[in-house]
């Protein structure tokens, strides 16, 4: 199949501007103009523009559902394009290429001008092209030979049809390219047909997900609260009997209309699909303001979602009030409070609610990593760099969590080597792996947190003072069990939902919990309820965890995680063993705090204290831990 464009008639316009437009296929005319007017390189013999791992990979995930719904098409006529030298491509929005599949032989072509994967096919980057016009045009086209703009396409013949969503917007590009001697008219009409099966099973799937969400409604249509169930384009489809009794017209409202009816978004949750596992909506929890207070120019409350319990008590909701300033912006964050306060779960909201929440989360605990591997880990290494390193070498922490957020977990347990190799990534987010001399260069947000005061190991000379100054931007405290036990009902509610524990606690038992101090803090608390999952059978059980809890309250030196429901508990329990020696207290003492530090991972704290996994066993009998 030959171009309807002599080569002549395309050197004559782009050398001299001139064009017999009768003839000619209009859309291929405005393109070449639109070329000509942005001073696209006709000439050009290869595409520009690719995307590195990271980026391509954050692109795939971001058109996941276009993917999702396209690939199993292609995958279909993926024999039958390579036995015809053809290759089929699906394309984003803004023109990068996210897959391309076919014949052997016509792929290797491809790749001398840089037709694949991650590359972008736009016109202002290639010129016109079926897929850049497609995205102009949003009509399906197809371009052969010379009626390319720049000379990289002229050997060959592409077809590309638009994909739309339910509401009419471009999702995607579905090409198939091939060399001219293989070109024939019915690869239009292959894509066409492929664009409009793709569009057709979108609209299936869209219009179960909104069955599947009037579904998830029923869950709460006669709650007090003010609770709104939106779908992904926030059109409100479901509402609590307080929320309808107060706007009877809700049905189909969009959002942020009920907001600026008197309403204020506490907090988002994610209404996550049975059939396929993504998000398809949000239950929105509402809380209603003054009416005076609302004017016309009130911008709407920015939402923020919080995946754990919030509880009630207003030390907690002063730290998710902090973290929601925080979120939206890219500062550095420094978290501290207790063991098992869930400095975690602070960091992971922090990145939820930011806009890098579409990247990578990578936390790192500190404390855990051995010295002589924390500098691998944190950068990587490359091939043969030291015996035992995999063959395709490493990507560190820092590289993995590019364009998102690391999560560095008891910071203060740095040691002080790289305590300056953190403080040279935090000037200049740039990274060298182990065994090369190659910087990379690192988008990424720093999250820190510890149990320890910083401010102390600085005075102590254990921490620098000028790295210190660099992660202590934005301080958020979280506060211990004991300074926010109204919110213990709350946690205990919330564990066993989350474990589908159906488990009815007396108000006595209740009442005992809340008493005891929580020195393991919310970790403790929810290791105590896995214990009451498997203890309260009986009467004589119940009993024996009461007169349990009342003991530790008494004496004040018992965890409540270590109880036994195996034998009866006496206060003298501990006068039983034996006097520790001097040499065995200290040892007792390395062995608890590796144990805090790597969250009771044996193995890890055995490392830790570099000693043999049994020896640290046999010293955790000995020690009664």
Request: hydrophobic share 35%; glycine share 6%.
């Amino acid at each position: 199949m030959e171009s309807t464009l002599s080569l002549n008639t395309w050197k004559r316009f782009v050398n001299e501007g001139a064009l017999e437009s009768s003839r000619l296929n209009d859309i291929i005319v405005k393109s070449w103009h639109r070329c000509k007017s942005a001073d696209v390189n006709p000439y050009l013999d290869k595409g520009r523009s690719i995307l590195k791992n990271e980026a391509f990979h954050s692109r795939k995930q971001m058109n996941s559902l276009f993917l999702e719904t396209a690939l199993p098409h292609l995958e279909r006529i993926r024999q039958s394009a390579a036995d015809l030298g053809m290759v089929a491509l699906l394309i984003d929005p803004e023109g990068y290429i996210l897959s391309i599949t076919g014949n052997r032989l016509t792929l290797n072509e491809a790749r001398k001008i840089n037709f694949v994967e991650g590359a972008c096919w736009t016109e202002k980057e290639v010129g016109t092209n079926a897929i850049g016009t497609a995205l102009q045009t949003e009509e399906p086209i197809m371009i052969t030979g010379t009626e390319h703009y720049s000379i990289a396409s002229h050997q060959w013949s592409c077809s590309a049809a638009p994909v739309r969503n339910d509401d009419g917007n471009l999702i995607g590009i579905i090409n198939i390219s091939c060399p001219v001697n293989r070109a024939h008219p019915y690869m239009l009409g292959m894509v066409t047909s492929i664009a409009y099966t793709i569009e057709r099973e979108l609209s299936i799937r869209m219009h179960k997900d909104e069955i599947e969400l009037v579904h998830a409604s029923m869950n709460f249509v006669d709650s007090k609260q003010l609770l709104l169930l939106c779908n992904y384009k926030e059109v409100i489809v479901g509402a609590s009997k307080t929320v309808r009794e107060c706007i009877p017209k809700w049905s189909g409202l969009q959002l942020n209309t009920i907001v600026q009816q008197g309403f204020r978004i506490v907090m988002e949750v994610p209404v996550i699909s049975k059939r396929h596992g993504h998000s398809i909506g949000k239950i929105i929890y509402l809380s209603e303001e003054a009416h005076h207070n609302q004017t016309s120019t009130q911008i709407p409350a920015q939402s923020f979602s919080f995946k754990g319990e919030a509880g009630i008590s207003r030390s907690f909701q002063q730290t998710l009030e902090e973290i929601k300033h925080a979120a939206p912006t890219d500062t550095t964050v420094y978290i501290l409070g207790e063991t098992g306060t869930g400095k975690e779960v602070i960091a992971q909201t922090i990145h939820e609610n930011s806009s890098r929440k579409n990247g990578p989360f990578i936390a790192l605990n500190c404390g855990a990593i051995p010295k002589e591997l924390m500098e691998s880990e944190l950068f990587g290494y490359v091939e043969g760099a030291f015996t035992g390193a995999r063959r395709q070498g490493y990507q560190g922490k820092f590289e993995q969590a590019n364009h998102g957020t690391i999560f560095l977990d008891e910071i203060g347990e740095l040691p002080h080597s790289m305590q300056v190799s953190l403080l040279r990534v935090l000037q200049e987010r740039k990274v060298t792996p182990v065994g090369s001399n190659q910087e990379i260069p690192v988008d990424i947000r720093i999250i820190t947190a510890t149990h320890r005061d910083l401010r102390q190991l600085v005075s102590e000379g254990k921490f620098r003072e000028d790295l210190y100054y660099r992660l202590h931007v934005y301080p958020v405290h979280v506060p211990p069990l004991r300074e926010r036990k109204e919110d213990i009902p709350h946690l205990m509610r919330y564990f066993c939902q989350k474990n589908a524990w159906n488990m009815n606690f007396s108000k006595e038992l209740v009442d005992k919990l809340i008493d005891y101090q929580w020195p393991g803090n919310i970790r403790e608390l929810f290791n105590v309820l896995e214990r009451l999952k498997i203890s309260l059978k009986t009467e004589t059980e119940k009993e024996r965890i009461l007169n349990y809890l009342s003991s530790l309250n008494l004496g004040g030196q018992k965890s409540i995680s270590h109880f036994d429901t195996s034998q009866e508990i006496e206060e003298n329990d501990f006068t039983s063993l034996p006097a520790l020696t001097f040499r065995e207290k200290v040892q007792k003492d390395l062995m608890m705090d590796a144990l805090r530090k790597t969250k009771g991972n044996v193995s890890l704290a055995a490392k830790l204290l570099d000693i043999p996994r049994s020896t640290f066993y046999n010293r955790l009998k000995r020690f009664n831990l």
